[in-house]
């Protein structure tokens, strides 16, 4: 499977500097999470290992530098989950999942006859058969977001990036959307990085947490390592309180501001 | 979990039966405007023995339709060049239309978005001002050629213009380089017209856009760039459907996104300014088929484009038939007439498809 590694990475937008001095490495079969305050630069790293961005540094996946190789290249290799996926209304869940196959298709061919298999598959897989010939407009926020999922998946692409993954959704398809992930993690060895802010979720399903503040590397760690009341409070500038359950989960909840 | 035992349930999803039959029904409206459109128009004889001559024409086949040799002529040398122009003009300016709609991902995108009008009427404006009758004994009309270089010229400033500041969202600031180049075209063009304005009626008729004076030499002007251009924009149609994710969802599904706008616009503009040059600015198809074809066959450009190209030689064949006709033995201009018929006929189908949803 694939690792994908940051050496050195930056991200500057005009004289701001989004993402300085990043340096990870990212395993077959790891999951890790990037959190931080707005701004911090979480989406950055993951739309610049998307082609989205111009970076300085290297992101290589299995030691080939993305920038040297083509955009099908890296779609083979890196399927992304964006904050907020455009949906075209009037296109049907089949024809949206099928996109996915495009880094599979010849520049002017058509989809053969695996491509639409592997569609169906994941239209199956993730439960959203029934919803095939539906237009993506009739969709609620859940099954949209498990569409995009799904397009990604269709990918095949052994490295996922998720943005935000479940801002939009209730606790219930937050969980079934991570769960999802992390099923096809288990199963497949996929690499994914994610960005979250629900500090609690991002501690239950992330193997390694990234904290970013003002573009650095401000902690890394495991959940236990990362989320402490004090770092929390220096870095979101938040008074929270962090519980250690008996199991290792790590509980983040917030605090209203003393009043004076 | 089963996978590989799944049944093929969903793969009509992608070729609905709805679609062969609308490439079908697409095909045989292209015929039956075609058979009309010759069949209708001022001398020439009677109506009916022209489908029989037609049917006699053809090879292995021979009927007595009765028909002179004379009123064949005029048949073949007045009648079908002008239908067959249609033709390749409406198929044209349809499916470049529809290619700029998907590529700028803007419904109300024409094909004349970047210039290729302005750029037209710019370079038709200074052939009318410079000495027109001169011009006519010439062995290659400049009208047509300065039209065409005008066109092309105005796309390439915008392009130029369009792509060299704004880096990131591309697609907008192109189409704001081609309302700039337009006006800029537009207000030289008012100049020129000012200071000749013996000239104005000439031009405004060529704005108008027309038909009536076609020949097999326009025909054959237009052909290679309508072929050329009509092939590449229907082999991006599965591209294009890629692009109504929006450039950075494109881009991470692996599609080259600057080459793939890049070809199309080059395409639909070499294709339009082709169809401009010798036919004036027939304003509406570009719009109206597409939108029309989405109505009745759904949004994907797989269906979209190649029933846009159809569909736009009928409509606007059939939109030559009333602007012979309506003011016999004058002609209506084919702009008048596409626009006055098209756009009760688009309110009507978006008022029985909004009914029907």
């Known amino acids: 499977m694939t690792t994908i590694s940051f050496i050195n990475f930056g991200v500057t937008y005009g004289t701001e500097h989004a993402v300085s001095q990043f340096d990870d490495t990212v395993h077959s079969g790891e999951w890790l999470c990037l959190i931080g305050p707005n701004g911090a630069g979480k989406s950055s790293i993951l739309r610049a290992a998307t082609g989205l961005v111009d970076y300085s540094g290297s992101i290589t996946l299995d030691d080939k530098d993305i920038k040297s190789e083509s955009n099908r290249w890296r779609a083979r290799l890196v399927s992304y989950v964006p904050q907020s996926p455009l949906i075209p209304e009037d296109m049907t869940v089949y024809e949206y999942v099928l996109l996915g196959r495009n880094p599979y298709v010849a520049h002017f061919g058509s989809e053969s006859a695996h491509d639409l298999d592997v569609v169906e598959r994941v239209l199956n897989r993730l439960d959203l058969v029934r919803f095939a010939r539906r237009s993506l407009g009739t969709l609620s926020g859940g099954e949209r977001q498990r569409l995009v999922i799904a397009r990604a998946i269709a990918q095949e692409s052994p490295v996922l990036l998720l943005d935000e993954p479940t801002t939009a959704l209730d606790i219930g398809h937050q969980q079934h959307a991570l769960e999802l992930v992390d099923g096809l993690r288990r199963e497949q060895g996929l690499t994914v990085i994610s960005a979250m802010h629900d500090l609690t979720l991002a501690g239950l399903y992330a193997d390694r947490l990234v904290l970013m503040h003002q573009g650095f590397r401000v902690a890394v760690g495991t959940a236990q390592q990362v989320l402490r009341s004090e770092t929390l409070a220096e870095f979101y500038g938040v008074s929270a309180r962090v519980h250690h359950e008996p199991d290792g989960t790590v509980v983040v909840i917030p605090q209203r501001a003393p009043s004076i | ?357």
């Not at chain 2, 009677?46 to 007595?64: A, Y």
């Not at chain 2, 994710?245 to 494109?250: I, S």
């Open chain 2, 1 to 357: 979990m089963t996978l590989a035992t799944t049944p093929r349930s969903v793969e009509i999803v992608v070729l609905p039966r709805g679609q062969r039959w609308w490439l079908s029904a697409s095909v045989i409206a292209l015929m039956i405007a075609l058979v009309i459109g010759t069949m209708i128009g001022p001398a020439g004889p009677v109506w009916w023995r022209i489908p029989i001559e037609l049917i006699n024409r053809l090879p292995f086949i021979t009927v007595h339709s009765g028909i002179t040799s004379a009123e064949w002529n005029i048949v073949w040398q007045i009648r079908m060049p002008r239908v067959v122009l249609a033709a390749l003009v409406g198929a044209m300016l349809s499916v470049a239309g529809a290619g700029y709609q998907g590529v700028f991902r803007n419904p109300l995108v024409d094909p004349y978005l970047l210039g290729v009008a302005a750029g037209a009427g710019l370079g038709a404006t200074v052939v009318f001002s410079l000495n027109r009758a001169g011009t006519l004994h010439w062995i290659v009309d400049p009208l047509p050629l300065a039209a065409f270089c005008g066109a092309l010229l105005a796309v390439f400033v915008t392009y130029v213009v369009g792509t060299s500041f704004g880096a990131q969202r591309s697609a907008t600031t192109l189409v704001l380089a081609g309302v700039a180049v337009t006006s800029l075209a537009t207000a030289i063009q008012a100049f020129v017209l000012q200071r000749h304005n013996d000239v104005v009626r000439q031009v405004y008729s060529w704005i108008l856009g027309r038909l009536s004076t076609a020949t097999w030499s326009d025909v054959r002007l237009i052909l290679p760039y309508v072929v050329l251009s009509s092939c590449v924009l229907l082999l991006h149609r599965r591209l294009l459907d890629l692009m109504r994710v929006g450039e950075d969802e494109a881009i991470a599904l692996g599609a080259n996104v600057r080459r793939v706008r890049l070809i199309v616009v080059f395409a639909a503009t070499l294709g339009t300014a082709a169809a401009v040059a010798v036919s004036g600015l027939i304003g509406f198809v570009g719009i109206i088929v597409p939108h029309a074809v989405r109505l009745v066959a759904g949004a994907s450009y797989r269906r979209v484009m190649p029933l846009s190209l159809l569909l736009g030689a009928a409509f606007l064949v059939a939109a030559d038939i009333p602007s012979r006709v309506l003011a016999d033995p004058a002609e209506t201009p084919i702009g008048v007439v596409t626009a006055f018929f098209g756009a009760p006929f688009f309110l009507l189908l978006l008022r029985t498809r909004q009914v029907a949803k």
